[in-house]
């Protein structure tokens, strides 16, 4: 089903972005034709804003892309929905949302005064792909090849396993944390990402 941008006089249909993990509303912003098509072809939500009168890609100038997991269309074919990955705060003020309360703790507090979710790191892991930070690990390791982060994930998974049998608590916390991060590096290094992954195990589950 597609979008019917013709149903409104000024050929805009609403937004609502979600967060693909959290369910989360982010934010509500408006698309025309251009926008939409835009949108599908990168992977990476952009609006038509109507202060600019032009189209405006969240995130071009504070870096906080949405990135599209997938896009739903209402029954009357006037409203979109869209699931994403937020890169930082959604809302110009610094919350997480738009419909944050002004309370609510803001992205730019320290990573102690708010609870850090693997969903976190997934994102962080894959700003520092899209970014080519040469000084990131994250980085240099993509950058040798996807029989190397394999590798590095058959590593950390032995030594796991063995913390898991003859380790101390404490050890086997520490490297279980490792092999959840190059798991992760790895999805990024095939193309995907725990989303899929959630929707391979709703597939085992139903």
């Not at 989360?24 to 990476?44: C, S």
């Not at 490297?175 to 995907?192: I, P, Q, R, S, T």
Request: aromatic share 8%; glycine share 4%.
């Amino acid at each position: 089903m597609e979008p019917n941008f013709s149903k409104n006089n000024d050929k805009l249909l609403p937004v609502i972005i979600q967060d693909a993990t959290s369910k989360k509303v982010l934010m509500l912003g408006y698309m025309n034709k251009e926008a939409f098509a835009k949108t599908q072809a990168e992977n990476r939500v952009t609006f038509y804003s109507r202060s600019k009168q032009r189209l405006w890609t969240k995130g071009e100038s504070s870096n906080n892309f949405l990135d599209v997991v997938a896009i739903e269309i209402d029954c009357d074919q006037d409203a979109i929905l869209i699931h994403a990955n937020a890169y930082g705060p959604t809302c110009h003020i610094g919350t997480v949302s738009c419909f944050d309360a002004v309370t609510e703790t803001r992205f730019r507090e320290s990573e102690t005064e708010k609870a850090f979710t693997i969903n976190d790191l997934e994102k962080i892991i894959q700003q520092r792909i899209d970014d080519k930070v040469e000084s990131s690990y994250t980085y240099s390791l993509i950058q040798k090849g996807i029989n190397k982060v394999a590798q590095k994930v058959g590593e950390e998974a032995v030594e796991t396993v063995i913390d898991a049998i003859n380790g101390k608590e404490e050890d086997f916390i520490y490297e279980a944390g490792d092999l959840m991060y190059h798991y992760l590096v790895l999805l990024k290094a095939k193309g995907f990402s725990l989303a899929d992954i959630e929707k391979e195990l709703a597939k085992r589950h139903s």
